[in-house]
């Protein structure tokens, strides 16, 4: 029964992203938005639904939700100001109040895939691109099995969909960096995770190229708003980061070889769309920076493979989601040239990806029913 449990789940989650690619690919580009948006809806009613093994961190995450949930708004804001991550403590209560478990997950998942959902329909619709583009970028960002960690680890995934909305507003949408500090401080606020992504991006953020006097600007506001984040909330991050350091070398963190497969697939399609497109994103200033975001996380989590499982694995799937609307303007390009190469390629990455999650790696692990 456990494999029929299974079976169904990946069934359901296959057969709903090959709908919405083929409804992204046959319908016009004005649709484009409403079925992402519907898309995301849908992904947060499969969270809703899910149910976790007693191993998952979900089960976890919501001991402490059932707890937070019960306790009047004055408790949980004196709970916020002793707490590392007060924006987790902060999002659990307010999702709590609808009484239901099925919401956090439900909620957390929406809004993940909403936000990275939202840079492929605006690059779309700045850049005109093709449907059939479109509709390659989601399976790519959909095939590798970010979905169940969303729903289920919540608090880094959370945080990196709104360091990735932040990142691609600035770099795409020539947005100050200083309308983003809010952005960045939910992010570090919701997980120890966001706080290094933030730090790599200011790093990003020093060397990309154009800007001028606002980009400069920001980075004096990013790096005053991290000094008095630092003096308020650095012993605690301190802290808890080394209760994970102690854990990593310890032994003590999940990892899983199909997992490292997965991702190692999703990395070298990730490097073949960097070196394919190199001549292409130099051109352009927004889409050479994105194309620097994408290559110093991929780094990162190629750096950290043999270490730390958790961090190649979230550095990993962040660079995918920057790297998304590199994939549409190159398959837009290869289009417009008459070379299927590149696509092809990346289709056969992308179904082995999807195979693999669904039969060995996390989406295997999706169920919605006990039989």
């Known amino acids: 029964m456990y494999l029929v449990e299974r079976v169904a789940g990946g069934a359901v989650y296959l057969a709903l992203m090959l709908v919405v690619c083929n409804g992204i690919t046959v319908s016009r580009k004005s649709s484009v938005k409403k079925w992402l948006i519907a898309y995301a809806i849908l992904l947060g009613l499969l969270g809703f639904i899910y149910i976790p093994p007693e191993t998952a961190d979900l089960t976890r995450l919501l001991e402490s939700y059932r707890v937070w949930l019960q306790l009047p708004f004055d408790e949980i804001l004196a709970r916020c100001s002793t707490s590392s991550t007060p924006a987790q403590v902060l999002y659990f209560w307010v999702v709590g109040q609808t009484g239901l478990d099925g919401a956090l997950p439900g909620v957390s998942g929406f809004l993940y895939h909403l936000l990275i959902f939202s840079c492929i329909w605006d690059f779309a619709q700045r850049r005109d691109m093709p449907q059939p583009a479109v509709a390659v970028a989601v399976a790519f960002l959909m095939s590798f099995?970010?979905?169940?960690?969303?729903?289920?680890?919540?608090?880094?995934?959370?945080?990196?969909?709104?360091?990735?909305?932040?990142?691609?507003?600035?770099?795409?949408?020539?947005?100050?960096?200083?309308?983003?500090?809010?952005?960045?401080?939910?992010?570090?606020?919701?997980?120890?995770?966001?706080?290094?992504?933030?730090?790599?991006?200011?790093?990003?953020?020093?060397?990309?190229?154009?800007?001028?006097?606002?980009?400069?600007?920001?980075?004096?506001?990013?790096?005053?708003?991290?000094?008095?984040?630092?003096?308020?909330?650095?012993?605690?991050?301190?802290?808890?980061?080394?209760?994970?350091?102690?854990?990593?070398?310890?032994?003590?963190?999940?990892?899983?070889?199909?997992?490292?497969?997965?991702?190692?697939?999703?990395?070298?399609?990730?490097?073949?769309?960097?070196?394919?497109?190199?001549?292409?994103?130099?051109?352009?200033?927004?889409?050479?920076?994105?194309?620097?975001?994408?290559?110093?996380?991929?780094?990162?989590?190629?750096?950290?493979?043999?270490?730390?499982?958790?961090?190649?694995?979230?550095?990993?799937?962040?660079?995918?989601?920057?790297?998304?609307?590199?994939?549409?303007?190159?398959?837009?390009?290869?289009?417009?040239?008459?070379?299927?190469n590149y696509r092809s390629w990346l289709l056969v990455a992308i179904c082995a990806m999807a195979f693999i999650a669904c039969a060995r790696g996390d989406l295997s692990g999706y169920k919605f029913m006990v039989l």
């Open 145 to 340: 099995g970010s979905f169940l960690q969303a729903i289920s680890g919540i608090r880094s995934y959370l945080a990196f969909a709104v360091i990735a909305r932040c990142m691609y507003r600035e770099i795409a949408c020539s947005r100050p960096v200083v309308l983003s500090i809010p952005g960045y401080l939910f992010a570090c606020l919701m997980h120890p995770a966001g706080m290094a992504l933030t730090i790599v991006r200011l790093a990003i953020l020093i060397f990309q190229k154009g800007g001028g006097v606002l980009r400069k600007a920001g980075i004096v506001a990013f790096i005053a708003v991290a000094v008095a984040f630092a003096s308020r909330f650095g012993a605690q991050y301190i802290d808890s980061m080394f209760d994970k350091m102690t854990g990593y070398f310890g032994g003590e963190v999940y990892s899983y070889v199909w997992e490292y497969l997965i991702h190692g697939i999703l990395l070298a399609s990730i490097a073949g769309t960097l070196y394919s497109g190199r001549s292409l994103f130099a051109e352009d200033d927004a889409e050479r920076n994105l194309a620097l975001g994408v290559g110093v996380t991929a780094f990162i989590a190629v750096a950290f493979a043999p270490i730390e499982y958790s961090v190649f694995l979230r550095f990993s799937g962040f660079s995918a989601c920057l790297c998304a609307p590199l994939v549409m303007r190159l398959l837009k390009q290869r289009y417009e040239d008459g070379d299927a």
